[in-house]
């Protein structure tokens, strides 16, 4: 059977961005721990922090702070929040790969989009800090009030369907077990990034049939991806 390239397949690939697109742990875990040295608890390492991101600020928050005080974590996240807007690209950078990765998909004529539980500012800011403005991705679309986040379908397949394009010609690329459950519950292909915050063996455990070690490694995979 003649087997086809990437792009004559998926005509959307989608992205998350935390672990995937860009390495913003330390950012993340600088801004978290100010927020709570301002309320006296202790703070975490990076390693302690990854281990909260993914699924939402929220989420984040509430297991952030110390177990007897758990109605601390809106302060938290209110801190978080303002002292992240300033600081979310100190360290933070795209990984290796990823800016070439990118722009040869958009050669192809694929379009590209960023779809995360970052919240909305935040994501649109760094996008546009780190590639420009409108340059490379269609939409970017961040946590807010209009959809639930990951791994609620809804805020994948809005983007999906105001790009145009359907399930079948589109694929979601995330390095968590949320991003793996997302793009199933949306009926959509997916490939793990074992370059982010998980691992390979992770993500597979996870359910991802297929996960890639470094960026420029998605322009070689073939059609044998499978829902």
Same mark, same amino acid.
């Given at each position: 059977?003649?087997?086809?390239? !990437?792009?004559? &397949?998926?005509? !959307?690939?989608?992205?998350?961005?935390?672990?995937?697109?860009?390495?913003?742990?330390?950012?993340?875990?600088?801004?978290?721990? &100010?927020?709570?040295?301002?309320?006296?608890?202790?703070?975490?390492?990076?390693?302690?922090?990854?281990?909260?991101?993914?699924?939402?600020?929220?989420?984040?928050?509430?297991?952030?702070?110390?177990?007897? &005080?758990?109605?601390?974590?809106?302060?938290? &996240?209110?801190?978080? !929040?303002?002292?992240?807007?300033?600081?979310?690209?100190?360290?933070?950078?795209?990984?290796?790969?990823? /800016?070439?990765?990118?722009?040869?998909?958009?050669?192809?004529?694929?379009?590209?989009?960023?779809?995360?539980?970052? /919240?909305?500012?935040?994501?649109?800011?760094?996008?546009?800090?780190?590639?420009?403005?409108?340059?490379?991705?269609?939409?970017?679309?961040?946590?807010?009030?209009?959809?639930?986040?990951?791994?609620? /379908?809804?805020?994948?397949?809005?983007?999906?369907?105001?790009?145009?394009?359907?399930?079948?010609?589109?694929?979601?690329?995330?390095?968590?077990?949320?991003?793996?459950?997302?793009?199933?519950?949306?009926?959509?292909?997916?490939?793990?990034?074992?370059?982010?915050?998980?691992?390979?063996?992770?993500?597979?455990?996870?359910?991802?049939?297929?996960?890639?070690?470094? /960026?420029?490694?998605?322009?070689?995979?073939?059609?044998?991806?499978?829902?």
């Amino acid at each position: 059977m003649e087997q086809k390239t !990437l792009e004559n &397949r998926f005509k !959307l690939v989608a992205f998350d961005l935390d672990g995937t697109i860009c390495d913003t742990l330390k950012d993340i875990a600088s801004s978290l721990n &100010r927020a709570l040295e301002a309320q006296g608890f202790a703070t975490y390492s990076d390693d302690g922090v990854s281990g909260l991101i993914g699924k939402s600020i929220v989420y984040m928050c509430k297991n952030a702070v110390p177990k007897d &005080r758990p109605e601390a974590w809106t302060a938290v &996240r209110d801190g978080f !929040l303002e002292d992240y807007a300033e600081h979310l690209c100190d360290t933070t950078v795209p990984y290796p790969e990823m /800016p070439e990765m990118l722009k040869a998909l958009k050669a192809r004529g694929i379009t590209l989009a960023v779809v995360t539980n970052k /919240p909305d500012p935040h994501a649109k800011k760094m996008i546009r800090l780190l590639f420009g403005e409108g340059t490379l991705f269609s939409r970017v679309q961040g946590q807010c009030a209009d959809y639930p986040v990951k791994p609620d /379908p809804t805020m994948l397949n809005v983007v999906r369907e105001s790009l145009g394009f359907s399930r079948e010609e589109t694929l979601y690329l995330g390095d968590m077990d949320v991003d793996i459950q997302f793009a199933k519950n949306a009926g959509l292909a997916c490939v793990g990034c074992g370059w982010g915050y998980r691992g390979e063996a992770f993500l597979k455990e996870a359910g991802a049939k297929q996960v890639i070690s470094h /960026p420029l490694e998605l322009l070689d995979i073939w059609e044998t991806i499978h829902q």
